[in-house]
Nanobody, 124 residues
Framework: VQLQASGGGLVQAGGSLRLSCAASGLTVSPRFMGWFRQAPGKGRDFVAT????????YYADSVKGRFTVSRDRAKKMVYLQMNSLKPEDTAVYYC??????????????????WGQGTQVTVSS
């Protein structure tokens, strides 16, 4: 499986960005596709995830109401629409694949494949 994240960039606070993640080599549908982020000097934190088949979504409290995760199963794409961006959203954003049987994949260890990351910088 190869995951390719894109769409990051520099944006002012209050602005929007849309991240994309292209998945190739999927021979079996994932259970979840998720987004995590890692700020400088910090660990990788959960942002959002989506159940690939059912479309159910889960969010970190810090982004709830501002970010929206979606997927296009035919194109094997996952998206993260980020609105009302804040400087504290600055991080490298990673997409990942999870095959967990649990109800929601909110932790890093539940993911077995990762994209290369895309930088999001929000200026104040």
């Amino acid at each position: 499986v190869q995951l390719q994240a894109s769409g990051g960039g520099l944006v002012q606070a209050g602005g929007s960005l849309r991240l994309s993640c292209a998945a190739s080599g999927l021979t079996v549908s994932p259970r979840f596709m998720g987004w995590f982020r890692q700020a400088p000097g910090k660990g990788r934190d959960f942002v959002a995830t989506i159940n690939w088949n059912r479309g159910m979504t889960y969010y970190a409290d810090s982004v709830k109401g501002r970010f929206t995760v979606s997927r296009d199963r035919a194109k094997k794409m996952v998206y993260l629409q980020m609105n009302s961006l804040k400087p504290e959203d600055t991080a490298v954003y990673y997409c990942g694949r999870s095959s967990t049987i649990l109800s929601a994949a909110r932790t890093e260890t539940m993911y077995d494949s990762w994209g290369q990351g895309t930088q999001v910088t929000v200026s104040s």
